[in-house]
């Protein structure tokens, strides 16, 4: 039988692709996810403890961001997803359960308030999330509970405008568990991951942000999660139980960082450093049992010098 590790890693051998060493350089987190390149530093996701955090130079994580608070008004966990920055510096963020997009004002770590209730667009949990330079937020939703073992079903985008407002976005398709999410560095493209259809879909975006055009970008050997773009017009994409984190383009497979399962599924990837040629990589261990996840703490941060840059892509 093969595995999904045999199939990537059959992919990669038959684009004869280079491939980049990984090496880690923090630990101990929960399910670490959507890397970010900020102000000169790493942010990220540790999901399960409801927090976001920074890595300095020497790996040192701060927490930079804490919603736990919020946990005493609801029954759903208190996990955070995607995130990105409003022209006038506040953070946004995902509450993946409470289907609510917070803001951070800036005072203490628990400074959050929501920003835009999308629950009226979620079928489950949303996910990730990429911010344009308008302020505009693009939400992708898992569509179903992967938690619990639910069928997948397909699920719309979500936009939040800059003032705030919700909707989907006309005569763009359902996604089939939409998850990684970037805006390419001249703004004109939007590339989603779309984990169940094995897939990246590209869509073009006018400077007014309104979306048409989806179509096929590239097939994935496996399921594509996290993502992060490339001024040259590669797609590098995590593909948890995969054992590789690999870049693609229209043409295909390009280049691969061999992640071996032993240590960790590799959930995402991003483009930073001071040239944004360092890949960053979120690495977990358990994904599904969060209160484990949170009390192991064995998530942890991988790099790869790669040949390429991210440029002024998003996120």
């Known amino acids: 039988m093969t595995t999904p590790v045999d199939a990537v890693a059959a992919a990669v051998a038959a684009a004869d692709a280079p491939t980049f060493e990984a090496r880690k350089i923090a630990s101990g987190f929960s399910?670490?996810?959507?890397?970010?390149?900020?102000?000169?530093?790493?942010?990220?996701?540790?999901?399960?403890t409801?927090?976001?955090?920074?890595?300095?130079?020497?790996?040192?994580?701060?927490?930079?961001?804490?919603?736990?608070?919020?946990?005493?008004?609801?029954?759903?966990?208190?996990?955070?997803?995607?995130?990105?920055?409003?022209?006038?510096?506040?953070?946004?963020?995902?509450?993946?359960?409470?289907?609510?997009?917070?803001?951070?004002?800036g005072n203490g770590i628990d400074d959050l308030t929501v920003y835009a209730d999308v629950s009226g667009f979620a079928i489950k949990a949303v996910n990730d999330m990429v911010v344009d330079a308008d302020g505009r937020a693009y939400i992708t939703q898992l569509g179903f509970d992967i938690f619990q073992g639910e069928t997948p079903i397909t699920s719309p985008l979500i936009v939040v405008e800059p003032d705030g407002t919700a909707h989907v976005p006309a005569g763009i398709p359902e996604l089939n568990c939409g998850n990684g999410i970037g805006i390419s560095a001249d703004g004109s493209k939007v590339y989603v991951a779309e984990v169940m259809a094995q897939k990246i879909t590209v869509i073009d975006r006018a400077a007014d942000g309104s979306l048409s055009n989806a179509r096929d970008f590239a097939t994935c050997p496996f399921m594509p999660d996290g993502i992060g773009l490339d001024e040259e017009g590669g797609v590098w994409a995590a593909m948890p139980g995969g054992g590789y984190v690999a870049r693609f383009t229209e043409d295909g497979l390009t280049d691969a960082v061999p992640m071996p399962l032993e240590g960790g599924i590799a959930s995402a990837c991003l483009l930073g450093g001071s040239d944004r040629s360092t890949l960053y990589m979120t690495v977990g261990y358990e994904v599904f049992d969060f209160e484990k996840s949170a009390r192991e703490a064995l998530g942890a941060i991988w790099v790869a010098d790669v040949k390429n840059h991210g440029g002024q892509t998003r996120p």
């Not at 399910?31 to 399960?48: I, K, T, V």
């Open 31 to 48: 399910w670490p996810e959507c890397p970010r390149w900020h102000d000169g530093a790493l942010w990220f996701s540790d999901m399960y």
């Open 50 to 105: 409801g927090t976001l955090k920074t890595l300095d130079a020497e790996g040192n994580a701060t927490v930079v961001v804490d919603a736990n608070g919020r946990a005493a008004d609801t029954d759903v966990p208190i996990t955070l997803g995607g995130f990105g920055w409003l022209p006038d510096g506040r953070l946004i963020v995902n509450s993946m359960h409470e289907q609510k997009v917070l803001v951070h004002g």
